[in-house]
């Protein structure tokens, strides 16, 4: 049992609102620099960046995992996790079926860049990404399981597209273990104003869209890592996600 510090929300340059230089390889070496451990690829409404992701991370010795930030129709983010790339890469072609396609603005949004593991510039995504899907936050995290992932609200010390400031309330019939934070200072306040949150797995991660914005290591999980391999932690912090461990 060892100590993983970890950011489970981290945006890539396909993302249209984050910067050109969040290539997978940057973002890589900047959570080696912060002292992180597990990082997740979590792009507005695609996985589409996380096989380049995963190479990355290979080559810096940090355990990825793939993500996808899903805006709902309510427009609330939440974050969608998956233990196997495969998994989240079917959950990617079948959000695109649920997706109202924009023609995206680069000049007002960004570019939307897919790249291979070596940062080179594959393709681009023509079509808005952020904008709401047709999947309700109520259906999300039955779905999310459905396709092997864990998926829970994004920032919800957040006003832009958070369930709170949305809803004006974190609903109890919400089916998820977990709760993301952006600053764990807030956890006591929120939890004293909504007590549901006391029953939550607080996650407190960076929703970074700049290489500054990635955590320096402060949360963390203990995981069982013996026999030691990326596939062996992965496995363990899912394990951590569904309460199993």
């Known amino acids: 049992m060892n100590r993983y510090y970890y950011d489970l929300h981290i945006h890539s340059c396909l993302s249209p609102c984050a910067d050109n230089d969040?290539?997978?390889n940057n973002i890589a070496g900047m959570a080696?620099?912060?002292?992180?451990?597990?990082?997740?690829?979590?792009?507005?409404?695609?996985?589409?960046?996380?096989?380049?992701?995963?190479?990355?991370?290979?080559?810096?010795?940090?355990?990825?995992?793939?993500?996808?930030?899903?805006?709902?129709?309510?427009?609330?983010h939440a974050v969608c996790l998956f233990e196997q790339l495969e998994d989240a890469l079917r959950f990617d072609e079948y959000i695109q079926s649920q997706r109202t396609l924009i023609s995206n603005r680069t000049d007002i949004f960004g570019d939307q860049l897919l790249t291979d593991e070596n940062d080179e510039i594959i393709g681009t995504e023509p079509h808005f990404l952020s904008n709401?899907?047709?999947?309700?936050?109520?259906?999300a995290p039955a779905l999310v399981d459905?396709?092997?992932g864990v998926c829970y609200?994004?920032?919800?010390?957040?006003?832009?597209?958070?369930?709170i400031a949305t809803l004006g309330t974190f609903p109890e019939t919400l089916d998820c273990r977990c709760a993301e934070l952006r600053d764990a200072g807030k956890q006591s306040e929120l939890g004293a104003r909504f007590?549901?949150?006391?029953?939550?797995?607080?996650?407190?991660?960076?929703?970074?869209?700049?290489?500054?914005?990635?955590?320096?290591?402060?949360?963390?999980?203990?995981?069982?890592?013996?026999?030691?391999?990326?596939?062996?932690?992965?496995?363990?912090?899912?394990?951590?996600?569904r309460g199993l461990a």
């Not at 609200?153 to 369930?163: K, S």
């Not at 797995?201 to 700049?210: L, W």
Request: charged share 25%.
């Open 22 to 24: 969040m290539t997978p």
């Open 195 to 241: 007590p549901i949150l006391k029953e939550k797995q607080i996650i407190i991660s960076s929703d970074a869209h700049y290489l500054w914005d990635i955590r320096d290591k402060a949360a963390y999980f203990e995981l069982d890592d013996e026999p030691y391999s990326s596939e062996k932690i992965r496995h363990e912090l899912f394990r951590k996600l």
């Open 132 to 139: 709401a899907t047709a999947i309700s936050i109520e259906e």
């Open 32 to 76: 080696v620099l912060n002292g992180l451990h597990i990082v997740a690829l979590t792009d507005h409404n695609s996985a589409r960046n996380c096989p380049a992701f995963f190479a990355a991370a290979k080559k810096q010795g940090i355990v990825p995992v793939a993500g996808m930030e899903l805006t709902t129709s309510e427009d609330i």
């Open 153 to 163: 609200p994004a920032h919800v010390d957040r006003e832009a597209n958070g369930i």
């Open 146 to 148: 459905r396709f092997g």
